[in-house]
């Protein structure tokens, strides 16, 4: 029997309506459906099933011309590679819009690997078929220092010759640009973190937070091209937020009181509080925002954390909006771990002294408290067994008492001190012109240094009110009569040592003030400021009661010159 014959169905693109079905060309067994577009036809085509698709050559190529344009212009944004298509000759016969926006340089770099490519794969034989597909990887940097990333795989014809290649290029500018960041602030880390070398230990408290506030600067200017920042440290016992360094800021920001908190003390404030950073594009739209910066537009905030633990934050400004982007977020998240690790390692250096004496004082009483305790029982078995010799009980005696006071006077040198060390009285009936009848105050929140140098001060002559806190301090200042000297402790709960400083000097301008601290940090640059306007002197805990007295004696001496 025979087989009847399938009909062919054929799709018909025709420009014109009124154009006549080149039936008797197709004969009788196809079936021809004809549109009047391209856009027609891609709809059938997605619902039927064609053998053939036929229409003029023009009508054809313009409809694909229309079509790939349309696509170029919806996908440019979202395409990031350059793709083209090159022949032996070094000339493009394709190229996608992306590639076309290249520099000329890298188009040009694009055909000569190409054609390179081209030119290896046609010698190789054909048996070699899977080297002869093999591509080349090259990598190209302009003169403006942008960098590109190059894939060139040979195109195999149907007559298995090679006659183009297709090309894939990426700008990596700003890949390599982030992978240099990166190495950049490694080593910018690592440097800061040497702040526990033999060099920085032999500098003074003041002499190391300088060394460490030219490193930040430096390294977050150089590396990371933020010219207006400061950075926080959260006071667990307050809350606060208190300002180590800035720069490129107003002094409006040494002011500012922040408080780590949810709502209502800026994007500091809620950095601390949630452990987050936060990109802020445009400050005007920001209500969480406290304008600082005169003409800042965009801000970035992170959190400084020590292992998972926020230990302040870094606030950065800009005067162009959504100046901070993903990778600068990432990049400031790095670095501020370094700074968070090197402000900790600053505080260690200032306890060392004193957490160093603690230990050693452990290691020694563990050592001496059995012979000593063995010395003392010898002692008191020969004093029982020499009654009536009231010289040798005497002498043994006296033995006893020497033991005890070595035990105790070890225990008292290796003990930790955070405040005066080496307290004694003077000398009975000896005055001191300087320091006899002076009035004098001292505020401190801790008890133990204020009644400590309080002690001190009464045994030579002064006259001496305490205050526990900044606000009793300012108060004191603001209802008595001037004093001769004003002690306080930069940190304190309430008003800080500066608040203290500049109520002393508006009561009266020949005041002198000495300023305390025993942290490795000076919160709102309370030193720096005082010192500009006529701070006496500073104290860094633990001081010897030398110190103390030859500061005292120097300030009130050059009052009255």
Not at 202 to 221: D, G, N, P, S, T
């Amino acid at each position: 029997m025979k087989q009847a014959q399938r009909t062919a169905r054929v799709l018909l693109i025709q420009r014109e309506a009124d154009e006549p079905a080149p039936q008797s060309v197709l004969g009788d067994n196809v079936e021809v459906f004809s549109v009047e577009s391209f856009e027609e036809a891609r709809n059938l085509l997605m619902r039927n099933d064609f053998d053939f698709v036929l229409g003029t050559p023009d009508s054809i190529r313009t409809e694909l011309q229309s079509e790939v344009l349309h696509a170029g212009a919806e996908y440019r944004e979202s395409v990031t590679q350059g793709v083209g298509i090159v022949d032996a000759d070094g000339n493009f016969a394709w190229a996608n819009p992306q590639l076309i926006t290249f520099p000329k340089a890298v188009r040009e770099f694009v055909a000569r690997q190409c054609r390179e490519t081209i030119s290896m794969a046609g010698t190789l034989p054909e048996e070699h078929e899977h080297n002869r597909l093999a591509g080349r990887h090259a990598t190209f940097k302009t003169d403006s220092d942008e960098e590109f990333e190059l894939t060139a795989t040979p195109i195999i014809n149907a007559d298995n010759q090679v006659g183009q290649a297709v090309a894939v290029v990426w700008d990596v500018t700003r890949v390599r640009c982030r992978e240099q960041q990166l190495v950049a602030i490694d080593h910018a880390g690592r440097e800061l973190l040497s702040l526990d070398s033999e060099q920085v230990s032999k500098l003074e408290m003041q002499e190391r937070l300088a060394l460490l506030e030219q490193k930040i600067i430096r390294y977050l200017r150089e590396l990371m091209h933020f010219d207006h920042f400061s950075i926080h440290i959260y006071d667990k016992k307050t809350n606060k937020l208190d300002i180590v360094l800035s720069t490129g800021m107003p002094e409006l920001v040494q002011s500012i009181n922040l408080f780590a908190l949810p709502e209502g003390n800026g994007i500091a404030g809620y950095v601390a509080y949630h452990g987050r950073s936060y990109i802020c594009p445009d400050v005007a739209r920001d209500a969480r925002y406290f304008k600082c910066l005169e003409e800042a537009c965009s801000s970035l905030t992170v959190p400084l954390k020590l292992n998972e633990e926020v230990i302040g934050v870094l606030n950065v400004e800009s005067n162009e909006r959504a100046a901070f982007d993903e990778d600068s977020r990432q990049l400031a998240e790095i670095f501020g771990r370094d700074i968070a690790t090197a402000l900790h390692i600053l505080d260690l250096l200032v306890t060392e002294r004193y957490t160093t004496r603690g230990r050693l004082g452990s290691d020694v009483m563990a050592e001496i408290t059995q012979p000593v305790n063995d010395i003392l029982t010898d002692v008191e078995t020969l004093i029982e067994d020499y009654i009536g010799h009231d010289d040798l009980r005497h002498r043994l005696n006296k033995i006893t008492k020497n033991a005890v006071a070595l035990r105790d006077a070890i225990k008292d040198v290796t003990a930790p001190k955070r405040g005066v060390i080496g307290h004694k009285a003077p000398s009975t009936g000896k005055r001191d012109p300087y320091l006899s009848e002076k009035r004098i105050l001292i505020a401190d929140d801790e008890a133990m240094i204020r009644e400590t140098v309080r002690d001190v001060l009464k045994s030579y002559g002064c006259q001496v009110e305490t205050a526990a806190n900044g606000v009793e301090a300012c108060e004191i200042i603001g209802k008595s009569e001037p004093f001769d000297l004003v002690l306080s402790d930069i940190r304190m709960p309430g008003a800080d040592g500066y608040q203290v400083f500049s109520t002393a000097k508006e009561t009266n301008g020949r005041t002198p003030v000495i300023l305390m601290t025993g942290f490795g940090y000076d919160p709102n640059h309370a030193i720096v400021r005082a010192r500009r306007d006529g701070l006496a002197a500073v104290l860094f805990k633990p001081f010897k009661v030398d110190q103390l007295l030859g500061e005292i004696r120097s300030a009130i001496r050059a009052t009255c010159e």
